[in-house]
């Protein structure tokens, strides 16, 4: 590693092979950055010549995580090319497996993926376990809530269990952590709190997978869903399911409310100063890890059955530029692209989705004077194409839907993010950083759990009610000889379109563009940077052999870079060679 260089390969903690360069001038800020996905798969190019009914199968193996969001909206961009309206069990059914999606996906992110670049471990074992209730009890007092641990044996139950692991120096997946580092904030007895937390979100994601698995047959990969409905009818109309189904969403729901909510809180507060640093941004505005400050997204959930881009949307679709709250532009889809002038494939001109090619054209790396392989940044420099929207670079995930939702005026977001910002009178503009885009994604949960809760009901309602009808009929022979269609919908991690284009009854050409596309894109032609390069710019680093801070930015994008890099070798030739060290988390 030169000394202006920091390079992380592979950033740990997050889904798939990202490598992230970035270049710091003498006071350790960062004052350059390239993101890179160093993995090449593949599952566009496979779809060719498929009968189009079996490609939501198929796509969603593009990921392991986001499973039932490809599925979904694959199955969608047929419906589309179709003309098809599924019916009401089937929306609320969706709903419901994606609901859970996020859920389960948001929590697993901030506890195991995110919550060590706050937490420091090693801290948690100092920590006076009777001030630790206190400590839970104030945080949760500022939500409204009571605290998930309210008292002190159990804190100091868990607090013994790491003791002796330090002790017995088996810190295990948390052995190369930073501990120490000047950048965590958090006092120990917060930090037994967010351990405590760690461990008990660890048990709750079986439930919450079971959750998810009720109306989707299993998790990961569901597979209930099918072009014109849904085919878990003996689900919809037991009566067991449904109330399965709620016991489980309750449990979650608690754990929302009284650890995750109140912990954000807790690290937006520490974190505070850097949720305003202003001078320490890409432009100039919001705070530490806010980037690019422009947000897109497609909108999602059906909240009636008039029809996919009829109905009302739980989250409103459009864009808003430059951080500008007082507007938002309505999305056309028209206006997207995808540029491979930096990414590792042919072709020479940013493409729509339509007409999107996938072509692999592998340059390689460049060998520093130190020895060491670098990106070749005025080149192709990642496996990742770069999409914008009108011509411009923008972020997707859940700060995306928080703020085109709150710019919008829609009233349900805007209670939750009033709600969230009223407690430390907060401007919304904080949310534009590395802690905001966490905070938004906890907002968002919160949000969630609520309007599950009345989708289930309305499920049951309906059922007993006598409407058991989950799929529409159609004439494939028909509607399949010349379609086109569009799956346009926010998965967890933000906009994921899928675009499909059919002739004959066979699929002629599928291209996926996924919320880490977005995020984890390189420079376009014109040299603007992506979302993660954007976000690390300004960004001061406390020791540079400890990148802290920068795997804090990127972590609060949740990364996926399974979902972005989605083209497979298909002569199975080596790309590169990764020793990589499974006990790392960092
Ligand atoms: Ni592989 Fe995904 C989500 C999609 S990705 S996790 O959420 O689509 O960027
Ligand atoms: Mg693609």
Same mark, same amino acid.
């Given at each position: ?5 920091? $390079? ?8 798939? =092979? ?14 350059? %950055? ?40 694959? $199955? ?26 996020? @859920? ?7 506890? =195991? ?26 945080? %949760? ?70 959750? =998810?698995?009720?109306? /989707? ?15 878990? @009818? ?75 881009? +009829? ?26 692209? &995808? ?39 005025? &080149? ?109 919908? &926010? ?16 699929? +002629? ?17 014109? /040299? ?12 001061? @680093? ?37 020793? $990589? ?6």
């Amino acid at each position: 590693m030169s000394k202006k260089h920091i $390079i992380v390969d592979p950033i740990t903690r997050i889904e798939g =092979h990202l490598r992230i360069e970035a270049v710091i001038d003498e006071n350790n800020t960062i004052v350059d %950055a390239y993101s890179s996905s160093t993995m090449f798969r593949g599952i566009e190019t496979i779809l060719k010549g498929r009968d189009p009914r079996d490609c939501g199968l198929m796509t969603m193996r593009i990921c392991g995580v986001c499973t039932g969001t490809h599925y979904q909206r694959s $199955i969608e961009a047929v419906e589309d090319a179709f003309n098809i309206n599924i019916p009401k069990n089937a929306r609320l059914v969706r709903n419901l497996i994606q609901g859970a999606l996020y @859920v389960h996906d948001h929590t697993v992110h901030f506890y =195991h993926l995110h919550a060590l670049d706050f937490v420091d471990i090693v801290s948690a074992t100092t920590a006076n376990p009777e001030l630790a209730v206190k400590e839970a009890e104030k945080w %949760a007092s500022v939500a409204g809530v009571v605290p998930y641990i309210a008292d002190a044996a159990n804190f100091k139950a868990i607090q013994d269990r790491v003791i002796k692991f330090v002790k017995e120096g088996r810190l295990g997946i948390f052995g190369n952590g930073y501990w120490g580092n000047p950048h965590y904030k958090l006092t120990p007895e917060q930090n037994l709190i967010g351990v405590a937390h760690y461990l008990q979100a660890l048990d709750l994601q079986r439930d919450m997978a079971k959750m =998810h698995a009720i109306f /989707g047959g299993k998790n990961p990969h569901p597979q209930s869903i099918v072009v014109g409905g849904v085919t878990c @009818v003996q689900d919809i109309q037991d009566p067991a399911r449904i109330g399965l189904y709620k016991q489980l969403l309750e449990e979650a729901a608690q754990f929302v409310k009284r650890a995750y909510l109140p912990d954000v809180y807790m690290a937006g507060t520490m974190y505070a100063a850097e949720a305003t640093d202003a001078k320490a941004t890409y432009k100039g505005a919001g705070g530490t890890g806010g980037g690019l400050l422009s947000y897109m997204s497609y909108g999602d959930f059906r909240l009636d059955d008039t029809g996919f881009y +009829k109905s009302k949307l739980l989250f409103p679709s459009g864009v808003v530029l430059n951080g500008d709250i007082t507007k938002a532009y309505e999305l056309d889809q028209d206006k997207i692209a &995808e540029d491979v002038t930096h990414a590792w494939y042919e072709g020479t001109k940013p493409l729509h989705p339509y007409e999107g090619e996938t072509i692999p054209k592998y340059t390689g790396f460049k060998k520093g004077a130190d020895g060491y392989a670098y990106l070749k940044t005025d &080149e192709k420099y990642s496996w990742i194409k770069s999409p914008t929207y009108d011509g411009q670079k923008v972020e997707v995930g859940p700060l995306a839907r928080m703020v085109v939702g709150y710019v919008k005026g829609d009233e349900r977001i805007k209670k939750y993010v009033d709600n969230f910002l009223k407690r430390g009178n907060l401007p919304i503009t904080v949310l534009f950083s590395t802690i905001g885009r966490t905070a938004a994604r906890a907002i968002e949960t919160e949000l969630m759990c609520d309007v599950m809760m009345g989708w289930i009901d309305e499920l049951g309602v309906n059922a007993l009610g006598g409407d058991l009808s989950t799929w529409t009929k159609f004439d494939f022979d028909k509607v399949s000889v010349n379609a086109k269609g569009m799956g346009l919908a &926010e998965a967890p991690r933000g906009a994921l379109g899928h675009w499909v284009s059919i002739e004959e009854g066979r699929v +002629k050409n599928y291209q996926a563009v996924v919320p880490s596309t977005w995020n984890a894109g390189p420079r376009d032609a014109k /040299g603007q940077l992506g979302a993660y390069e954007a976000s690390l710019i300004g960004t001061k @680093v406390a020791n540079p052999d400890q990148p802290l801070e920068l795997l804090r930015t990127i972590h609060s994008f949740d990364p996926c870079l399974a979902c972005a890099v989605h083209v497979v070798d298909t002569k199975g030739k080596e790309l590169g060679s990764y020793k $990589i060290d499974p006990t790392c988390v960092f």
